[in-house]
């Protein structure tokens, strides 16, 4: 189909779930490791939540497997700086480039408009703790945020748990204007310390240049996305102008492509996700292409939860097929399977399959599989 000059892709169903996955390394092609996977998807969020393994390295376990990845290599990464993380996603370091002039220009660019002022007034308001933590991050650091005596005049506010977190609050943000960055991890804590120490030395990339690049990366990792969507704090779900146009049959709306995924073959396997995971993160989009309805229930009273506290989406080639609810009982060595919800009728080899997944997952956290009955 043509508009003006340009060709509008029409994608079945089918063929933009292909799409999908094939770009999110969940095809049965898998990938040649951490640095290979960060790369390509472009981050790892991160997660406290490890009902089953942090969401950064189950993301990396779904496309590597347990012959493929240990949690180690992250560490690895994560120390000699190959991989950084900056604003609660680990990236590549390399990547640290487009988003230096966003720094910069704090907090007209990477902040929602309807923070943007506060931000602004805040962070003045606390200047003189602002310059406190940089000469004590100078002098001693990396330190951890209880380490950094909270001076605030103006206390952060908010409806959530950030209210009155001042230092760390002034941390983030203070993050996102380029001073200060991660660092490190001791147990669960962020370390911070001054963003010239941590980051590779390498020049910003002009704003508009990094954004485009961004939106394109951005798209190869999704395979198929949304132009325009709502504004979000970190990561965007849209990918402006990257790639070519495309309409998807019985989905109402326009959508970008990756020219690059169109008319490949495709051969699918199993897969388990985090709730976390990029193919589903989107739960728009979820319901859109896959026809799958997925909520994370840990928020909800035990009684009124359908699939359980941390259920794993459930990947069988093109579809989403089930959830996986499962718990890590680290103290008693075990991975207990409390059920396995099926969306459609499992066939004996998807069973199969779906089996030789689960007991891998088992296998990689080094617990003993107990499944249910």
């Known amino acids: 189909m043509n508009i003006g000059n340009q060709t509008v892709h029409e994608l079945s169903r089918t063929e933009a779930r292909r799409i999908a996955v094939r770009a999110q390394l969940l095809d049965a092609s898998r990938p040649d490791g951490l640095l290979d996977v960060v790369r390509r998807l472009t981050l790892l969020q991160i997660d406290p939540t490890a009902a089953i393994a942090p969401n950064a390295d189950l993301v990396a376990w779904s496309r590597l497997g347990s012959v493929g990845y240990a949690p180690a290599d992250l560490t690895g990464a994560l120390a000699d700086r190959t991989l950084l993380e900056l604003q609660a996603m680990i990236r590549p370091g390399e990547d640290l480039a487009l988003y230096r002039a966003e720094m910069a220009e704090w907090p007209e660019r990477g902040t929602p408009s309807s923070w943007r002022e ?5 962070v003045g308001a606390n200047d003189a703790c602002r310059r406190d ?38 941390l983030e943000l203070m993050v996102q204007r380029g001073e200060v960055a991660v660092a490190g991890r001791r147990g669960g804590d962020r370390l911070w310390d001054l963003a010239e120490r941590v980051y590779p030395d390498a020049a910003a990339l002009p704003l508009e240049e990094a954004l485009r690049i961004r939106d394109e990366r951005r798209l190869r990792a999704l395979g198929i996305a949304r ?41 699918g396997r199993a897969a388990l996700l985090s709730p976390f995971d990029r193919l589903v993160h989107d739960r728009k989009r979820t319901v859109e292409l896959f026809e799958y309805e997925y909520q994370l229930e840990m928020y909800k009273p035990v009684a009124k939860r359908r699939w359980g506290y941390f259920a794993l989406p459930v990947l069988y080639g093109d579809r989403l097929v089930g959830k996986l609810d499962a718990t890590a009982d680290r103290k008693g060595g075990l991975l207990r399977v409390d059920a396995i919800h099926q969306d459609v009728p499992f066939t004996k080899a ?11 997952l088992a296998r990689w956290l080094e617990l003993e599989l107990v499944l249910p009955g």
Not at 133 to 154: F, K, N, Q, W, Y
Not at 350 to 360: K, L, Y
Request: charged share 25%; with cysteine.
């Open 133 to 170: 933590i940089l000469e004590r991050l100078g002098a001693a650091g990396p330190l951890s945020s209880r380490a950094l005596p909270d001076t605030c005049e103006l206390p952060w506010k908010s409806s959530g748990w950030t209210n009155n977190r001042n230092v760390t609050k002034l």
């Open 350 to 360: 998807m069973s199969a399959q779906i089996g030789r997944e689960i007991a891998d």
């Open 227 to 267: 132009a325009r969507g709502p504004e979000c704090q970190v990561e965007p779900a849209d990918v402006g102008e990257a790639g070519e146009p495309a309409v998807v049959e019985g989905v109402k709306g326009k959508w970008r492509v990756d020219p690059a995924q169109l008319g490949l073959a495709f051969e």
């Open 118 to 122: 506060y931000h602004r007034t805040w």
